[in-house]
């Protein structure tokens, strides 16, 4: 299998002012989110970045995405390294995650369109695969209906379809069922099985155990920034779930720490 | 136009355009305002120094040419002329400083005669001169001033510039015999208000835009999703500037044609000389275009300049917060201008929003120089230029996207 995604010892760290000090109970200014995680994906793939809130998920994918720079390592991004060629990066990644929105006055059609442009894709190119995608998710009747009036299942849709208006190899969707209802969340997750089937790598981050099983072939579990474990879902979990398994190494972790 | 530039544009132009309540605040309001509040200001200046209409002018007059006298004669100009003696002229000047009587002209003996073989190209003594005293603080006077210096000044036109008018003398070395005492206060405030508000208007209706657009934009999450693209931050920068100025743009025309219908009501007495002051006869094509010129690049800089500052701040609110003092900032730049005067000081062109002043103030007093001003625009498309490169590598900042 072709290796589409190769994170090394990747680091982000933030400087924190006074305040956060405090509230997070670091003695240091700086603060490492996430630190000297390694992982690597490859072609026909899905997989999962599990771990609690603030282990540092999002923050590994951003700098994956090239949206915030790293403090140290590096990632290949189909043979790119988001260090010294960004663009090259951002031309064959589609991000989704929650804090990146659409905007509410504008329809999922203008959207497509708009962001076809930006990628610089050939106007018939983007006709024929906004039809497909809306056609796949049924979003057809809403087309032409402003974001701000859709439906939370239909705007996750919506914004799941732009964000792969130039067919990336890699998509990283950061938490992409949060808030859905069982149906919508559903249409989601069999489409990245389809995006998989397809040769994608797909790139997944959930607090969800179920979707993980199901869905991942191989999941790393990271805690307070450090990668702790990565394997298949089999070989994680062996002869226990992947719950029982998680709050196993969850707890020799933390407490570890303390 | 790069296809990236043109989508962002074309993205920002849509969406104003379909906010009726921010298509109101940005574009019609400020040019009402400009109407609105030169227009009240002239209103109040009339009523303060307004004359009769049916106020006969009185003008005292030494050695008075019979040219002259038949151009001053018409009934409709109602220009009482009363010949003096120059023995008389202390007298009259006093009178006219009191406010108690209106102009005095002082005429050099033989005048027709010397102006007659005077030949500017040959001559050594200076060309025979004319004094006209006038007192600016008494309205009357002001405006039997400007009547007779129009006439004179068109004579002085028909005789090719074969005697001089109100040139310096050795008792008057700065050429100015205006008599008034205390400066004709509105007068002043005028000339210090409408460039003044014209610019702090043009800022007001791009501050109802940009904050909303840059800083709405980072605060709703939407920044973020335009930036995992491959556009480049330089062309979504211009993108948005280019889009955001459109309406800017369509502001300042506002804010023009406001000004343009207010100058009629702001300048005392130019009624009574030319009829219904029309705006082509009071500028020239060329003023108006470089008062255009000036609104447009004011306007492309106070959207770079506001859009870097909607960049810096979390949301809207803090964007204004920000934006209120330098609307402050904005109004004492407008203002210096008008105290400053017709520098000529190459620096003072090149201070943004100030030069914009003191090009306004020079149109108004029709003293502008196209180089100047010229200097001016370029200045301020300079400055806007930088400031949208500056929001383009703040665009690059994780510490200002994602904090
Ligand atoms: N810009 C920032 N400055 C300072 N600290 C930050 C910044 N962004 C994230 N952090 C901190 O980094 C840590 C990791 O955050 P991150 O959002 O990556 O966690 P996560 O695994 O995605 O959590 P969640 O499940 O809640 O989404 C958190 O403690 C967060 O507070
Ligand atoms: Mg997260």
Same mark, same amino acid.
């Given at each position: 299998?072709?290796?589409?995604?190769?994170?090394?010892?990747?680091?982000?760290?933030?400087?924190?002012?006074?305040?956060?000090?405090?509230?997070?109970?670091?003695?240091?200014?700086?603060?490492?989110?996430?630190?000297?995680?390694?992982?690597?994906?490859?072609?026909?793939?899905?997989?999962?970045?599990?771990?609690?809130?603030?282990?540092?998920?999002?923050?590994?994918?951003?700098?994956?995405?090239?949206?915030?720079?790293?403090?140290?390592?590096?990632?290949?991004?189909?043979?790119?390294?988001?260090?010294?060629?960004?663009?090259?990066?951002?031309?064959?990644?589609?991000?989704?995650?929650?804090?990146?929105?659409?905007?509410?006055?504008?329809?999922?059609?203008?959207?497509?369109?708009?962001?076809?442009?930006?990628?610089?894709?050939?106007?018939?190119?983007?006709?024929?695969?906004?039809?497909?995608?809306?056609?796949?998710?049924?979003?057809?009747?809403?087309?032409?209906?402003?974001?701000?009036?859709?439906?939370?299942?239909?705007?996750?849709?919506?914004?799941?379809?732009?964000?792969?208006?130039?067919?990336?190899?890699?998509?990283?969707?950061?938490?992409?069922?949060?808030?859905?209802?069982?149906?919508?969340?559903?249409?989601?997750?069999?489409?990245?099985?389809?995006?998989?089937?397809?040769?994608?790598?797909?790139?997944?981050?959930?607090?969800?155990?179920?979707?993980?099983?199901?869905?991942?072939?191989?999941?790393?579990?990271?805690?307070?920034?450090?990668?702790?474990?990565?394997?298949?879902?089999?070989?994680?979990?062996?002869?226990?779930?992947?719950?029982?398994?998680?709050?196993?190494?969850?707890?020799?972790?933390?407490?570890?720490?303390? | 136009?790069?296809?990236?530039?043109?989508?962002?544009?074309?993205?920002?132009?849509?969406?104003?355009?379909?906010?009726?309540?921010?298509?109101?605040? @940005?574009?019609?309001?400020?040019?009402?305002?400009?109407?609105?509040?030169?227009?009240?200001?002239?209103?109040?200046?009339?009523?303060?120094?307004?004359?009769?209409?049916?106020?006969?002018?009185?003008?005292?007059?030494?050695?008075?040419?019979?040219?002259?006298?038949?151009?001053?004669?018409?009934?409709?100009?109602?220009?009482?002329?009363?010949?003096?003696?120059?023995?008389?002229?202390?007298?009259?000047?006093?009178?006219?400083?009191?406010?108690?009587?209106?102009?005095?002209?002082?005429?050099?003996?033989?005048?027709?005669?010397?102006?007659?073989?005077?030949?500017?190209?040959?001559?050594?003594?200076?060309?025979?001169?004319?004094?006209?005293?006038?007192?600016?603080?008494?309205?009357?006077?002001?405006?039997?001033?400007?009547?007779?210096?129009?006439?004179?000044?068109?004579?002085?036109?028909?005789?090719?510039?074969?005697?001089?008018?109100?040139?310096?003398?050795?008792?008057?070395?700065?050429?100015?015999?205006?008599?008034?005492?205390?400066?004709?206060?509105?007068?002043?405030?005028?000339?210090?208000?409408?460039?003044?508000?014209?610019?702090?208007?043009?800022?007001?209706?791009?501050?109802?835009?940009?904050?909303?657009?840059?800083?709405?934009?980072?605060?709703?999450?939407?920044?973020?999703?335009?930036?995992?693209?491959? @556009?480049?931050?330089?062309?979504?920068?211009?993108?948005?500037?280019?889009?955001? @100025?459109?309406?800017?743009?369509?502001?300042?025309?506002?804010?023009?044609?406001?000004?343009?219908?207010?100058?009629?009501?702001?300048?005392?007495?130019?009624?009574?000389?030319?009829?219904?002051?029309?705006?082509?006869?009071?500028?020239?094509?060329?003023?108006?275009?470089?008062?255009?010129?000036?609104?447009?690049?004011?306007?492309?800089?106070?959207?770079?300049?506001?859009?870097?500052?909607?960049?810096?701040?979390?949301?809207?609110?803090?964007?204004?917060?920000?934006?209120?003092?330098?609307?402050?900032?904005?109004?004492?730049?407008?203002?210096?201008?008008?105290?400053?005067?017709?520098?000529?000081?190459?620096?003072?062109?090149?201070?943004?929003?100030?030069?914009?002043?003191?090009?306004?103030?020079?149109?108004?007093?029709?003293?502008?120089?196209?180089?100047?001003?010229?200097?001016?625009?370029?200045?301020?498309?300079?400055?806007?230029?930088?400031?949208?490169?500056?929001?383009?590598?703040?665009?690059?900042?994780?510490?200002?996207?994602?904090?």
């Amino acid at each position: 299998m072709k290796e589409i995604l190769n994170v090394k010892n990747l680091t982000k760290k933030f400087k924190l002012t006074k305040k956060q000090q405090e509230s997070k109970n670091i003695k240091t200014p700086y603060f490492a989110a996430v630190d000297n995680v390694s992982f690597k994906s490859y072609e026909g793939e899905v997989f999962g970045l599990l771990g609690p809130n603030g282990a540092g998920k999002t923050t590994t994918m951003r700098m994956i995405a090239t949206l915030i720079n790293a403090s140290a390592g590096d990632a290949d991004v189909n043979g790119f390294s988001i260090i010294k060629h960004p663009l090259e990066v951002r031309r064959n990644i589609g991000f989704l995650t929650n804090e990146l929105k659409l905007d509410e006055f504008f329809t999922p059609n203008f959207h497509f369109d708009f962001f076809a442009e930006l990628r610089g894709i050939p106007k018939n190119v983007a006709s024929r695969r906004k039809a497909e995608l809306f056609d796949r998710f049924g979003l057809g009747k809403y087309a032409d209906v402003k974001i701000g009036k859709l439906s939370q299942g239909n705007k996750q849709k919506a914004s799941l379809a732009i964000s792969i208006v130039h067919d990336p190899a890699i998509v990283i969707f950061d938490e992409p069922t949060n808030g859905l209802d069982v149906v919508t969340a559903k249409v989601v997750t069999d489409f990245l099985v389809e995006l998989k089937r397809s040769g994608k790598s797909v790139i997944l981050s959930t607090h969800i155990f179920g979707l993980l099983e199901n869905l991942c072939d191989r999941v790393g579990i990271i805690i307070n920034g450090k990668m702790v474990a990565c394997d298949t879902v089999s070989a994680l979990a062996g002869e226990n779930s992947l719950e029982e398994m998680f709050f196993d190494i969850y707890h020799k972790t933390t407490s570890e720490d303390v | 136009m790069n296809n990236v530039v043109f989508a962002v544009m074309k993205k920002e132009i849509i969406r104003i355009f379909n906010d009726k309540k921010l298509l109101f605040a @940005a574009v019609i309001l400020p040019g009402f305002l400009v109407f609105a509040a030169i227009s009240l200001t002239g209103l109040m200046s009339d009523m303060m120094t307004g004359v009769d209409e049916n106020h006969v002018y009185e003008v005292h007059a030494v050695n008075l040419p019979d040219t002259i006298a038949t151009l001053l004669a018409p009934q409709e100009l109602r220009l009482n002329v009363m010949p003096t003696t120059l023995a008389e002229t202390p007298r009259i000047r006093e009178e006219i400083a009191d406010q108690n009587t209106d102009i005095l002209l002082v005429f050099p003996p033989n005048f027709e005669a010397d102006v007659a073989i005077f030949d500017p190209s040959t001559a050594t003594e200076p060309a025979p001169n004319v004094e006209m005293w006038s007192n600016s603080a008494r309205a009357s006077s002001a405006e039997a001033a400007s009547i007779v210096a129009a006439l004179i000044n068109a004579y002085h036109h028909s005789l090719t510039h074969r005697f001089t008018f109100n040139a310096p003398t050795a008792e008057v070395t700065d050429g100015i015999f205006d008599l008034a005492t205390a400066a004709d206060l509105m007068a002043l405030l005028l000339g210090l208000m409408l460039p003044m508000m014209f610019i702090l208007f043009i800022f007001t209706g791009c501050q109802s835009l940009v904050p909303e657009s840059v800083a709405g934009e980072k605060e709703r999450g939407t920044l973020g999703t335009l930036l995992v693209t491959t @556009a480049s931050r330089k062309q979504m920068a211009l993108g948005k500037t280019l889009g955001l @100025a459109f309406f800017s743009l369509l502001s300042a025309v506002g804010s023009f044609v406001g000004l343009m219908f207010s100058v009629g009501q702001m300048m005392p007495g130019a009624d009574e000389l030319i009829g219904d002051v029309s705006i082509l006869e009071f500028f020239s094509v060329q003023d108006i275009l470089l008062l255009l010129l000036i609104s447009v690049s004011l306007s492309l800089l106070f959207v770079a300049l506001l859009s870097v500052i909607s960049t810096y701040s979390k949301s809207v609110k803090e964007a204004n917060a920000v934006a209120t003092p330098m609307a402050i900032v904005v109004l004492i730049g407008g203002m210096g201008g008008g105290l400053a005067g017709g520098t000529d000081m190459l620096l003072f062109h090149l201070i943004p929003i100030f030069n914009s002043s003191l090009g306004i103030t020079a149109i108004i007093n029709s003293e502008a120089s196209v180089l100047n001003i010229t200097v001016a625009i370029v200045s301020n498309l300079v400055f806007a230029m930088i400031l949208t490169g500056v929001m383009a590598s703040m665009f690059n900042s994780e510490k200002i996207v994602f904090d």
